[in-house]
């Protein structure tokens, strides 16, 4: 044996699994409780009640938040309703715009303690809270902060004025995303409002009001009732609310539109989705497993545009599930605190026994899974990255939203058929294709019933741009000039 030989013999092999680079959890001080934050001042609740939020990767408790009863909610309508008519609703726009501009600043200054407390409470792995959601929350404010004095220009010969006080309901997907789309151009143009966070994910909302209160808001124009659907109820019903928007499931949108008709609410619903990612035969292969990836495995599929039923041109089918199931193999699930993990904790252990629930559906009815043979930690709530084959229409897993990392996949024929098979759906909030044609990608936008249609990319956020629903993915537009319809009156 050669000296070299000796050497190479000698050492052990090596191991080229990635080493863990945890991100620190030092940045972040979390209170043991927290009050309602109302009127400018966290407060005990009337209710004296409180629940517990958990870090669904570890399931130990972060802290104790305050249950806001219907007296709680009440007192937080009425300092909105104060702030409004004091200060805020007659303030010039571009007086308004300069506390949007500090709270943009703060939250980028503090994106990164932001974005672990987001991971902790929510599970989603900490690179996507860190470079996708907090800085499109900071976009967000800017964004609309831009707006604020130029409301007249936004609807020229107009008078745009504000509604008053809005009470919005927002989901634990994306918690301090969908704050900032449901609180920016909400203040932007002129009103008050009372933010209830969804009940696995509240601290985001409550630091987020500790960090408006620095950046100097008046009193009584953020305020945010943290507790479960209850609470969410009290507030949309309250009276001296005018004006509801809501994220979250379609069946909570159906109760809430029911509970309000008939009142002079201005209402916006942004619900759920089965969105159809279409891959025909010219797209750039490797690209487009790239973008399905990450159309359903993004926050681990708890997206309502995720891009759960795939469509793939029956000529490439096999090649492109055999590619896409390597790809799976390679995707690293777990601590969504390291900085390496792609697929992170689902969010509650209610989501996780849905999401078992209609993966055994799958099965039962015929569908073929794969799923990697990744290893899951002990604790925590972790569901592995899943496809299904040999799916029709038909199959529950093709026509209900599971909200989970969980690909149903189809084929098509024709482009007509593509479209056929696509609009097969109740849903209608967004879609995606993959060609390399030009023309093709018009002619499938200008057919596929969707509120967004991605052309050879998926899931790109702008605060730019319109974001909202058709069917039962509800109506109303967030993002850009229409953004700011659903706040204004004045319009036609
Ligand atoms: P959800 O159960 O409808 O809850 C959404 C929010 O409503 C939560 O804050 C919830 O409180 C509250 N709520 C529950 N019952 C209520 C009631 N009767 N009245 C008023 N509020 C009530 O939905 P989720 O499971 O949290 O979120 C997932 C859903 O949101 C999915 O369907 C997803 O597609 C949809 N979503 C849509 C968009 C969009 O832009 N279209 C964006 C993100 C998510 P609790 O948390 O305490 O239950
Ligand atoms: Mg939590």
């Not at 634990?172 to 203040?187: C, Q, T």
């Not at 052309?455 to 700011?484: I, V, W």
Request: hydrophobic share 40%; aromatic share 10%.
């Amino acid at each position: 044996m050669t000296k070299a030989e000796l050497v190479r013999e000698s050492r052990p092999p090596l191991d080229w699994k990635y080493a863990p680079s945890r991100e620190s959890t030092d940045i972040v001080t979390v209170d043991q409780r927290y009050g309602l934050f109302i009127d400018g001042e966290f407060r005990r609740p009337i209710s004296k009640k409180y629940f517990t939020t958990i870090n669904p990767a570890t399931e130990e408790p972060l802290a104790e938040v305050a249950e806001a009863g219907e007296k709680d909610v009440d007192r937080a309508v009425k300092a909105a309703r104060s702030a409004y008519e004091d200060s805020w609703g007659a303030m010039p726009g571009k007086e308004r715009a300069k506390y949007l501009f500090r709270v943009a600043r703060m939250v980028q200054e503090r994106a990164r303690e932001l974005a672990v407390l987001e991971t902790m409470d929510g599970g989603k792995p900490i690179k996507e809270s860190r470079d996708v959601d907090l800085p499109l929350v900071a976009a967000h404010f800017f964004y609309y902060a831009g707006w604020a004095d130029k409301l007249e220009y936004a609807f020229p010969g107009l008078d745009p004025q504000p509604l008053g006080v809005a009470g919005q309901v927002i989901p634990w997907n994306f918690p301090l995303m969908m704050l900032a789309w449901k609180v920016a151009p909400a203040l932007a143009t002129g009103n008050t409002v009372v933010l209830k966070p969804a009940e696995t994910t509240p601290l985001s909302a409550l630091i987020f009001a500790s960090l408006a209160d620095e950046a100097g808001l008046p009193p009584g124009v953020f305020n945010v009732v943290t507790g479960a659907g209850a609470t969410g109820s009290n507030l949309v019903n309250h009276p001296d609310v005018d004006k509801v928007a809501f994220t979250g499931s379609t069946a909570v949108g159906k109760l809430i539109r029911n509970s309000l008709a008939g009142t002079n609410k201005k209402v916006t619903l942004e619900l759920g989705g089965k969105a159809a990612h279409v891959i025909f035969d010219d797209a750039p292969m490797d690209q487009a497993i790239e973008g399905v990836v990450n159309g359903i495995f993004f926050n681990q599929g708890h997206v309502c545009c995720a891009g759960s039923r795939l469509f793939v041109q029956e000529s490439i089918h096999d090649k492109f599930v055999e590619k896409l199931k390597r790809r799976l193999s390679t995707l690293r699930v777990g601590d969504p605190l390291d900085k390496n993990t792609d697929v992170g904790a689902i969010n509650s252990a209610e989501q996780l026994a849905r999401i078992t629930e209609l993966v055994e559906v799958g099965r039962v009815e015929g569908a073929e899974i794969f799923q990697p043979d990744c290893v899951l930690p002990r604790n925590g709530f972790w569901f592995r990255p899943t496809l299904f084959t040999g799916v029709s229409q038909s199959h529950r897993i093709a026509q209900e939203e599971i909200f989970g990392p969980v690909l149903s996949i189809m084929s098509f024929r024709t482009p007509d058929e593509a479209i056929e098979k696509a609009n097969n759906t109740p849903y209608g909030l967004s879609a995606g294709v993959w060609t390399s044609k030009g023309s093709r990608i018009l002619w499938m936008a200008d057919r596929l019933q969707a509120g967004v249609v991605w052309a050879n990319t998926y899931n790109k956020f702008d605060p730019a741009s319109p974001f909202g629903g058709f069917k039962e993915s509800g109506f109303g537009r967030e993002g850009g000039r229409h953004g700011l319809l659903a706040y204004l009156k004045g319009i036609a």
